[in-house]
Each structure stands twice: as C-alpha cells, then as structure tokens.
C-alpha cells in the first residue's frame, strides 16, 4: 500500500502571494478553478493500492475542514488534515506524524510540496523507485542556470540516475537539475530522520555544556526538532546509493507569487484538455459567449454572451461578466462583477471586485516581474472607465483614476 502526504505549510510561509494570501491559504487559492492542492491530490489518485492522503501544515484546522471533507467524498479516499503545533520544516513536519502515516503499514511514502506545478508522473516514479531498489526518489528537471539557484540544484549518475551530490539554493552554480519537491520514500526515511534529529540533540548537548561560543551560535539555531528535507536529508544522503532521481520532461513550476499562479492556471487548463475535457468551457450554441483556447467557467457563473473570453482564463463561483467584456490571461475569483465592455488582460481579480464599465485592468503579462501582471486585492472597486496597469491594489480599495506601475495599499 501507499500513503500521500502533501506539505502544505503554513500563514507565516507563503507570504510572496499577498495579497492574494491574506484571504485564502495559498495551498486553497484556485488555479484552472480548482484548490492549489487539488491538483496534486487528483495526481494521487492515480497512484495503485493508495490507502490515505494527508495534508500536512500548520495552518487552523478549521480552515481545510470543508475542503478535506468535501475531496474525500468526491474521490471516495479519505484525505485528512494534520495540524503541527509549530513548524517542524519539511522532514520534522513528516517525522511528527509517522504514527498516522504508519497505520496502513504502507510499503511507500509519497511526499509532495503543495506549491509546485506539474503533471506529477507519480505511477511511473515508483515504478522507476522499485527497480533502483533505494530508500527515496526524487522528480528533478532541468531549468535554465539563470533560474537554477531558486532550487534545489543536483548532481546525479547518468547511468544509474543516482543522486550523486546535492546543494539547496547554491549561491554559486552547481547544476542546471533541480529538486522539483516530488518525492517517494520507503518507510526507511523515518530513521534517517530519527538520525539528524538526534545529532541535532547530541550537537545541543555539547553546546550546553561549553559556554559562551555555544551561546552565541545557539541564538543563529533552529530549534532542535527542525529538521529540513534538503540540506538535513537529501545533501548528507546523496552517493551513499540511498537516493535517485526521475527526471520529468513534462511541464513543472514552482509557484510563490500571483504571476506564477497565473501561468500555472493556464498550464493546468492546457492539462485539461487530456485530463478533464469536461471542465473546459466550449463555446458553442448561441447564448455562450465567444471562448478562445482554453477557459474555466464555474457553473454558477454568469457570463453574457457577446464577451469574449480566453485564452487562459478562469472564472469562479457566482462571477458576472457583462455584454462586450473581454477578458484574456486572468483569473476572476468568486462573486466579482465584470461591467459592460470592461477589459481584463494578464490579471488576477479578487473576490466581490467589480470593474467599471469601459474599465481596463491589465498587466504586461511578464509572470516572473514584481508588477508583471495587476492584482485586484478582494472587494476593490474600479469605477467606470478607469485603466489600471501593472498595479498590486490591495483589499477594499476604491480607484476613480487611473494608475500605473503602483502599489496600492
Ligand atoms: N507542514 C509543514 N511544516 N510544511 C512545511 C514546513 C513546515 O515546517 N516548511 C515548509 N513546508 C512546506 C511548504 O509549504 C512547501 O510546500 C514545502 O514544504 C517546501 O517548502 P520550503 O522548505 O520552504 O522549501 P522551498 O519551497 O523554498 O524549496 C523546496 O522546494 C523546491 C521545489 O519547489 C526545496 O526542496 C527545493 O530544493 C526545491 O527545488
């Protein structure tokens, strides 16, 4: 059998995605209308002989309660929240819950980041995990050397794929292969975590025991039960023919800010159309409305027929859309209101904003630049014929002029 576990961390991580997190927990905001977290949940699903999903993270239960309950009723496997006290970091967090994740006595551990993008090839990663006959694998790609040092950066055999040699966000370049966040693990990875965190109680010890010097690096420390998966686990572990790699060649992103968020919806819409055809707005029949390439429309949803909308777009519960809007690039959240001939491009739009008639909101479209794309903070008001570009504007603001390249707070 198999256990999923996905860290979701917690409010004091993800802060990059104000304001879009100040609503939501990141690991909940949609892409392609759906939860963040769904997407790899749905992933899991896929995987043979899966017993449990657990989601792992230090935010309020309260807050995944409805969630949780509602993926286990629609994918008929339980998944559960569990709340760590405090953080643990991504191994400590794992290590804390071994108990639960034991109960089924699983033969595999699949563990995976909640802020990464890809089509998670998981049933071929363990296969590829059994014939290397390690204690883990890990899903690695190739990014550009420019963008490699925001990763995990590897080395790894080109025969065997064994992860020879691994540097978490080198300051200098190591490799152009990063750690994409997906890992499988036997049941082993609980006493090589049990082995960190006991050199970390030796290391405490000792400090204790010799004075001054202890204390000032004592102060710089991570509490004795943090322990991370990377620079703990994987960097002491790599050559010792305990870890491998999978490399995927499909797409992967990580996702810390709203512009990545953006690009992800739309990479999640292009999966759709192999994955989910049905979710895919198609609009044909008279009283749709004109959809160009690939566009998310939430039932409740309520969009006039002569806009026009696409490509990558997404629309969520109880949003309107008026006559001759046109929306391209962006992500409409819950209950906003689109006005007669609005524009909308390389945009997010928070929940119960409403956008003018003749109004634009746009970005550049660059996912990556601070102000690359306009974010609408929820219930921000953008009155009739107003432009707002390349601007954060954050919650219950009201523009009667138009902005530029400004933050809105
Ligand atoms: N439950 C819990 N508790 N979750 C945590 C904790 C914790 O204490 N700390 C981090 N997480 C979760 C985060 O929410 C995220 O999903 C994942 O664990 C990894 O977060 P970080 O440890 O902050 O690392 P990162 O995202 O900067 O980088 C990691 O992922 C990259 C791929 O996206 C590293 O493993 C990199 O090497 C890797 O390239």
């Known amino acids: 059998r198999v256990v999923a576990v996905i860290m979701v961390g917690g409010p004091t991580k993800g802060t990059r995605f104000r304001p879009l997190s100040l609503n939501v927990p990141k690991p909940l905001f949609p892409l392609a209308g759906q939860p963040m977290v769904h997407h790899p949940i749905s992933a899991c699903r896929r995987i043979p002989n899966l017993a449990q999903i657990y989601l792992i993270g230090f935010y309020e239960e309260r807050e995944f309660a409805l969630y949780v309950s509602s993926i286990s009723n629609e994918l008929r496997i339980p998944v559960r929240y569990l709340r760590e006290d405090k953080p643990h970091g991504s191994a400590g967090g794992l290590y804390s819950f071994r108990d639960y994740i034991m109960e089924d006595s699983p033969s595999h551990i699949v563990l995976l980041n909640c802020d990464v993008c890809s089509s998670f090839p998981l049933p071929d990663m363990l296969e590829a995990h059994k014939k290397y006959g390690g204690m883990g694998t890990l899903l690695v790609n190739k990014v550009s050397a420019e963008s490699a040092n925001q990763f995990g950066e590897l080395v790894a055999d080109p025969e065997t794929n064994e992860l020879l040699h691994y540097t978490e966000k080198p300051e200098t370049f190591v490799s152009d292969l990063i750690n994409c966040g997906v890992y499988i693990f036997t049941p082993n990875i609980f006493s090589a975590i049990e082995d960190v965190l006991k050199q970390k109680k030796d290391r405490a010890n000792l400090r204790r025991v010799s004075s001054f010097e202890a204390l000032q690096s004592a102060t710089k420390a991570l509490p004795a039960d ?123 739009v928070g929940w119960k904003s409403s956008i003018g008639k003749w109004s634009r909101v746009q970005g550049e479209g660059d996912h990556n630049a601070k102000l690359g794309i306009t974010i609408l903070g929820e219930a921000v008001d953008v009155e009739d014929e107003v432009v707002v570009v390349n601007s954060i504007v954050l919650p219950n603001k009201t523009l009667n002029v138009s902005v530029q390249e400004e933050i809105i707070l």
Request: proline share 5%; hydrophobic share 40%.
């Open 226 to 348: 943090f322990v991370r998966l990377d620079q703990d686990i994987l960097s002491p572990l790599a050559g010792k023919k305990e870890l491998y790699t999978y490399q995927t060649l499909d797409f992967w992103e990580q996702i810390k800010t709203p512009g990545m968020s953006l690009r992800c919806s739309g990479l999640y819409l292009s999966q759709f159309r192999h994955t989910n055809p049905h979710l895919l707005a198609s609009g044909d029949g008279k009283r749709t409305a004109t959809i160009v390439g690939d566009v998310y429309i939430h039932p409740s949803a309520k969009v006039h027929p002569t806009s026009k909308i696409g490509p990558n777009v997404s629309i969520s519960a109880n949003a309107r859309v008026g006559a001759g809007a046109r929306l391209i690039n962006c992500i409409i959240l819950d209950d906003v209101e689109i006005m007669e001939n609005a524009v909308v491009i390389h945009s997010i």
